[in-house]
């Protein structure tokens, strides 16, 4: 306990950095791929090279059925294994040897060349990126790719009123006019206000085309190398070019009409215009000001006296110490968190904090309201790109400065123009400066090519373990179930493998009778056969997509076969996604045996408790190499690994990670034993298939001047040194950076933070979506400790944790938490408090801080002495990576309540629905009692956990069962029964789903119930028998402290 801690701030540890800038440092360049053309044109020599082979067959194992080749299918002829599926029958089958082109000798297994597919497009020299960090790009435009831009000649409009945009256009694009207007999306999750209607004349001329991302996103398209480049001295020196303007927002003017064209252009006048107008300075005054708002927040709790500070009601975030009117155009917390809701003003302050400094984020959230702007302008900073935003001041009516660099830009004509109100001349009420989220819809400029079609491709493990499971069944009735609320539109394509020691594919191509099946064998060297037909268009291969659905859990139920190709499989995936990038959704129930990526065991059960030595890294860098070719490819992976053994997802769960996917994990999935896993699986593909997904996309964090951002926490890849690529965006993924104060914050008293996220969205179009978040710079250290947000911070320091835990050691990762807790409130104590009191005193903002860190420790990826698997403790670390922050602290840190009490006392009241309200209780056994029941919400899961002797009233009225025994062994549904109780128990947990776009399962356990010790393992309070309970655990927090 006594070496270092996470350092709260400043000097970033290496290991902290190594995660990601090792990725940098072997990532494959950017590049786009070429869409369809190489892929075509080398299919040719494939089918060639199939004309004249023989077929070669081995014998296999499994009894075997020769087949007939499909005569539509001249091309293959037997060098393929080309089967209909109605004449496939079980486990017999014949597995041809793949044709091979230059060596016609058959019978012989993975000998000699096979037809290649063509290279990937990062081995095309014509894809080469432009380096990246580069900002002189204007002065070197490379040659266009595939696909030209041609823009045509818009010169400056100077009409007051103007109208329809002349957009650039894009050869070969036919959508490439319709973001014109906003179209597509759930139209009730938009707040659709805006027409188009506003001239085009931000382009300046500019012929850039745009090589990558960075370019897009970041580097301005008005590539002229003094505005764009970002170093930090040069957009001092613009700034400066405006002496009257001393640095930092308090000095903003405010607004004035002197200089203003005549009243004839309608412009608003009064106390209307101009919003920023509180930003003076006299909103910000004394630190204390604000604060007095929450008294309670200036308390000064000794929690050794004061055990329980958990509030009966959720946790709600800190509200930042800003003037209101500042405040309510400030981003949802849920969206956007910062750790520190006062930002140091140096870095010196913060390392005395102790406290990380970050941002936790959560930016494809489902939102019920999402303003979107449909405008050929997008208005951006000229020197850093930042988009406008609510935190910009206006200087006059002409005249912006950017909040995050501070350089004064020239409002364009058209954003005169404000299409909410019809009113010209008020550009502080567009709507882009009255909401700090808002998403727009992007011009050609953002696109390196045409928005890619939806594509899904599905690879399914068919091995005997899988079928063994029962997995195929549940995943493609789902899929039947849930074909046509795929997002897409009529371009959306899908595919489907199989893979057991071989490679399946499927022949959708539309006309054919029936699916077709390809067997390839040839493992060592994958191939694609036939691939113009594999990935299809869904529209028109409907209903043989739908025969495959029905047909495919039949096909393995006598299979013998029991290894896994997963990394043949993978590559074979890989190339088939290339070409358009997409979603693979790849299930897998065991270890990898075969080919590449084949994974040997080396969990030792006897090492699971111990803190040291176990495996949490991966073991191969295959799945993360491929991952990062995916991700050059705009390919994502989501994994589903369903294994009753160990798996290895330390190694597995690298595919995922860096190519932004997610990863699923169902232990000891089994469709007759395991029916909680199976219900849970169905749900999370529910969600999964029908959620919102963005394609292609890349997110960029902006901060003010000053800030820096070093380390990045989620799935992605970083692309370069900010930009994170993202190939598919998902609503249920969380991400966190961590920051540092590189420059003094002296001059300022507010500074911003955006995130920029630009995906093509499954109708097909390009959007931007935009967060903002404005917080006070503060001086003094009170005030940073006043406005800590607890859970931000734990959340934090929790993906940090898991990082620590890979680099360095579990046991390093845990007391690395543990010392954050003794630093910080250690600092509180010499630097802040003037009478040192005996206990642990804490300020009021942190008063939880011990109790989240003591869960965190007890949570499934940082505890020891259990028996936890080392696959679900990496499967728990991935969550913790890639959970937004309100799921993760769930996970850590549950609610429990009592609910077989449940009044209307304090209840909601929604849509004529009451909703009952009972309070948060502590993690403790001490506060459950065996005549009641206990409803445990852990974000996924909600456990119900009834007392032996919880009353007849309970049990008849809400469960339905007229005493203890009759109580189902495995019950996930509550009965609706027409009774209050059953009333208010239903509307109780329908609001906590509700609250979250996933479904929570219920599970409602006995005392002898084998989830008990899922329940139980949740009450961090307590002792066990390798962990400290929370007294103890803060009667060691205060020995520390005061040492
Ligand atoms: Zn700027």
Sequence with gaps: MSQPGIPASGGVPTSLQAQNGAASASGSPYTNGPVQNALMSSQVSVSQ????????????????????????????????????????????????????ASNPVTGSLHSGPVPRMPL??????????????SFLRGANIPPPLNWQYNYPSTGSQTNRCPRASSQPTLSGNTNSTSHQYVSSGDPSLQNNFIKSGITSNTN??????????????????????????????????????????????????????????????????????????????????????????????????????????????????PVPNLHEDIQKLNCNPELFRCTLTSIPQTQALLNKAKLPLGLLLHPFKDLVQLPVVTSSTIVRCRSCRTYINPFVSFLDQRRWKCNLCYRVNDVPEEFMYNPLTRVYGEPHRRPEVQNATIEFMAPSEYMLRPPQPPVYLFVFDVSHNAVETGYLNSVCQSLLDNLDLLPGNTRTKIGFITFDSTIHFYSLQEGLSQPQMLIVSDIEDVFIPMPENLLVNLNESKELVQDLLKTLPQMFTKTLETQSALGPALQAAFKLMSPT??????????????????????EEPNQRSSAKEIHLTPSTDFYKKLALDCSGQQVAVDLFLLSGQYSDLASLGCISRYSAGSVYYYPSYHHQHNPVQVQKLQKELQRYLTRKIGFEAVMRIRCTKGLSIHTFHGNFFVRSTDLLSLPNVNPDAGYAVQMSVEESLTDTQLVSFQSALLYTSSKGERRIRVHTLCLPVVSTLNEVFL????????????????????????????DALVNAVIDSLSAYRSSVLSNQQPGLMVPFSLRLFPLFVLALLKQKSFQT?????????????????????VYLMLTTHPSLYRVDNLSDEGALNINDRTIPQPPLLQLSVEKLSRDGAFLMDAGSVLMLWVGKNCGQNFLSQVLGVQNYALIPQTMTDLPELDTPESARTIAFISWLRDQRPFFPILYVIRDESPMKANFLQNMVEDRTESALSYYEFLLHIQQQVNK
């Design 865 to 885: 002495g259990t028996n936890a698997r080392l696959d679900e403790r990496i499967f728990a670390m991935c969550q913790v990576k890639n959970q937004p922050l």
């Design 787 to 814: 406005g800590a947000d607890v859970q931000a911070i734990s959340g934090l320091l929790a993906n940090m944790a898991v990082d620590r835990s890979v680099t360095a050691s579990l046991s390093d990762a845990r």
């Design 581 to 602: 990038g997409g979603r693979m959704t790849v299930f897998q129930t065991q270890l990898p045996t075969l080919g590449v990526g084949a994974l040997k065991p080396r």
């Design 49 to 100: 090279g199939y004309n004249s082979q023989l077929s070669g067959s081995y014998p296999h194992p499994i009894p075997a059925k020769t087949l007939n080749p499909v005569s539509e299918q001249p091309n293959y002829g037997d060098s393929q294994t080309v089967s209909p599926l109605s004449n496939y029958q079980g486990p017999g089958r014949t597995i041809n040897r793949p044709p091979v």
């Design 120 to 133: 990937p497009t990062s081995q095309n020299p014509a894809a080469t990126p432009m380096p990246s960090g």
């Design 204 to 317: 300046n001329g500019s012929m850039v085309v745009h090589n990558s991302y960075d370019e897009i996103e970041g580097g301005g398209f008005l590539a002229t190398p003094q505005l764009t480049n970002k170093n930090p001295t040069m957009s001092r020196s613009v700034g400066y070019s405006y002496p009257s303007l001393p640095p930092g927002y308090q000095n903003t003017a405010p607004p004035s009409t002197a200089g203003m064209p005549p009243s004839s252009l309608n412009y608003p006048s009064g106390p209307q215009a101009f919003t920023q107008a509180p930003f003076g300075a006299s909103h910000l005054t004394a630190s204390m000001s604000g604060l007095s708002l929450h008294p309670e927040g200036l308390r000064v709790v000794n929690l050794l006296q004061e055990r329980n500070m958990l509030p009966s009601t959720p946790l709600q975030p």
